[in-house]
């Protein structure tokens, strides 16, 4: 149950965060992967030699990632894939979509996203709810009330002097 479930999350971690597979990169081996990681890729066995290069390395590196969590990693990627499966195909295409926007910004723009996003987990989840909801009212407005606002959180700043 173990090896099918890694190789559902090895197969979930090529499909979702493997970079383009480059056609002309070396391919890897069956018989250099380590035991553990032959026993974990065991279905791909006899597709192998057939499988692009690229494909083949994405494929090590999600297994040895698989293979470096503890097992409560694991369950948590378990949980997650899990719940992958159960959006509905909109859904997946969206976050496939946003993914790959943040992939296109810069390192810079990245890190600020992550700063962002960590502030927003590091919230409460009351808080979380208020600035969800702050949120869903802000797009609710016309732009002209947003120009409104804007100038209101301007004038605020500028009173407090920041």
Do not use: C
């Amino acid at each position: 149950m173990a090896r099918r479930y890694g190789w559902v999350f090895v197969t979930w971690l090529v499909l979702a965060a493997a970079p383009a597979w480059a056609e002309n990169a070396a391919g890897v081996s069956w018989i250099s992967l380590s035991p553990a990681e032959q026993q974990l890729l065991a279905r791909q066995h006899d597709q192998w030699d057939s499988l692009p290069p690229g494909r083949q390395q994405a494929l090590e590196r999600g297994a040895q990632r698989w293979l470096s969590m503890t097992p409560e990693q694991r369950e948590r990627a378990k949980q997650r894939f899990a719940h992958w499966k159960e959006l509905p195909p909109a859904e997946r295409q969206l976050i496939r979509d946003r993914w790959q926007k943040f992939r296109e910004l810069s390192p810079e723009e990245q890190e600020r996203v992550r700063r962002s996003y960590k502030r927003f987990r590091d919230l409460t989840p009351e808080q979380r709810q208020r600035l969800r909801e702050a949120w869903h009212r802000w797009h609710e407005l016309s732009p002209e009330q947003r120009a409104i606002m804007r100038e209101r959180i301007r004038e605020r700043r500028q009173q407090r002097g920041g």
